[in-house]
């Protein structure tokens, strides 16, 4: 009696692709076996066709479930920390190998969080069609807690405790810095100070009591780091006294961003236990002049500022450029300062 033929049962498009993307990763299948972190395979619908130990021993699972698993996504959320969608998405949508950093990741299982760095390399068939990423997952979460740590160190050892301010040495080493990389490569520095003394301060100790005068000034530290750029240095520099380094600075811009601090503390409302205190400051501004200029001459240059504005009325700004002492007024064109009272032309 003759043997019975079975039909053969075709495959279909989605499986032909898988069996093309698992014959293109064997050759690479060596590298993975000595793999410290977690890799997995998957193909353009996020189904998983390999992984290996490491994987299950970084999310906790067992490697008969992660077979059960129809996606990745099922297993571990993984949010784009560079924008919308997934880290998954991201992968699928890239035609060259892709690294993403800073993933707040959520075991979906249980939403255990994790802090995981992604590596992917991407498999295209003759065509260029896309077959699927092999991904490799490092799990940071204890090394990104230990750094945190140390940052939180750090950032302490620097701050203000009350203000939660830059501390003095902070700015100055920063500043000095900076001017030293300008002389080496021979760039016109374009620094500005600005400083900041709230008006008749010790009036508001003597009349609120100390815990008011504290609040005021951790107010004042709020709203000059919600209102300065990422890029400026906010630091306290002693008692009352706030002082803020501008990079990449004009004179026009070291006026306006005075003016705009001074608006900003004038028209907040501090309210202390019900009781709204009134809150101005005089500001003194000064800039780098040259290569051969100093953080010190700069720094007397924008006090000397300051005490003029105290002495003319307070509550106003005075600008110092090589051309003496001169009250920027807000009554320019357009409601900006008044540049040209201030010297600098039009």
Do not use: W
Not at 80 to 102: T, Y
Not at 272 to 280: A, K, L, M, N, T
């Amino acid at each position: 009696m003759g043997a019975i033929a079975l039909p053969i049962q075709e495959l279909s498009d989605q499986e032909r692709k898988d069996a093309e993307l698992l014959a293109k990763f064997e050759q690479y299948r060596d590298f993975t076996r000595i793999f410290l972190d977690g890799f997995v395979l998957i193909n353009g619908n996020k189904k998983i066709l390999k992984f290996n130990q490491a994987l299950c021993t970084a999310f906790g699972v067992k490697a008969i479930d992660v077979k059960k698993l129809s996606t990745l996504d099922d297993l571990i959320d993984m949010p784009n920390p560079n924008g919308d969608g997934s880290s998954l998405d991201e992968v699928l949508n890239s035609s060259a190998p892709l690294r993403i950093d800073e993933i707040q990741a959520r075991r979906v299982n249980d939403d255990k969080f994790y802090q995981l760095i992604m590596g992917s390399y991407p498999f295209f068939d003759a065509h260029g069609s896309f077959l699927g990423a092999c991904i490799v997952l490092r799990d940071v979460t204890a090394e990104t807690a230990l750094q945190g740590k140390y940052k939180e160190k750090s950032i302490q050892s620097v701050t203000d405790p009350l203000t939660g301010l830059f501390l003095r040495r902070y700015f100055e080493e920063h500043v000095d810095a900076a001017m030293s990389k300008l002389r080496e490569i021979n760039q016109q520095p374009a620094i500005g100070i600005l400083m900041f003394d709230l008006d008749k301060f010790k009036g508001i100790n003597d009349t609120y009591g100390h815990q008011a005068g504290d609040f005021v000034l951790v107010e004042t530290a709020k709203i000059l780091k919600a209102v300065s750029r990422k890029t400026d240095i906010v630091g306290r520099y002693g008692g009352e006294e706030i002082l803020i380094v501008v990079f990449g600075a004009t004179r026009e811009g070291c006026c306006n961003a005075a003016e705009k601090f001074r608006v900003a503390i004038e028209e907040h409302e501090f309210i202390f236990e019900g009781v709204r205190i009134p809150v101005s400051t005089s500001v003194g501004v000064s800039m780098f002049t040259d290569h051969q200029d100093t953080r010190e001459n700069v720094i007397a240059r924008a006090d000397k500022c300051l005490y003029a504005a105290k002495a003319n009325g307070r509550n106003v700004v005075y600008c110092e450029f090589g051309e003496g002492e001169t009250r920027v007024t807000p009554e320019g064109e357009g409601g900006r300062p008044d540049l040209g009272a201030a010297g600098f032309g039009h």
